[in-house]
């Protein structure tokens, strides 16, 4: 996430402001948590302070990531439900 800030920003001094905020993160957050937060910020392209803060706000961390969610969530197989040849 450190080397994204630098890597994204035009001016060095920008990315070393956002360093310094996910290091302000580490204060309020355990490690682990913050890792977790970071990763998932870095798999959903919104590697920003902002994304990482709103992460560990809302608890995301803490859940299973994107990839599993959506593979464990399926359609139910009844009457009711209309596959794609429906809307052509």
Same mark, same amino acid.
Do not use: F, T, W
């Given at each position: 996430?450190?080397?994204? @800030?630098?890597?994204?920003?035009?001016? $060095?001094?920008?990315?070393? /402001?956002?360093?310094?905020?996910?290091? =302000?993160?580490?204060?309020?957050?355990? /490690?682990?948590?913050?890792?977790? #937060?970071?990763?998932?910020? +870095?798999?959903?392209?919104? #590697?920003?302070? @902002?994304?990482?803060?709103?992460?560990?706000? @809302?608890?995301?961390?803490?859940? $299973?990531?994107?990839?599993?969610?959506? #593979? @464990?969530?399926?359609? $139910? +197989?009844?009457? =009711?439900?209309?596959?794609?040849?429906?809307?052509?």
């Amino acid at each position: 996430m450190v080397k994204r @800030q630098l890597e994204d920003r035009p001016h $060095p001094e920008h990315g070393y /402001r956002a360093c310094l905020g996910l290091l =302000n993160l580490a204060r309020r957050y355990d /490690r682990p948590r913050l890792e977790k #937060a970071c990763e998932r910020a +870095l798999a959903i392209r919104s #590697a920003s302070y @902002q994304s990482v803060a709103s992460i560990l706000k @809302q608890g995301l961390d803490r859940l $299973p990531p994107e990839e599993e969610v959506g #593979a @464990q969530e399926e359609l $139910p +197989l009844h009457g =009711n439900v209309r596959g794609a040849g429906y809307y052509h």
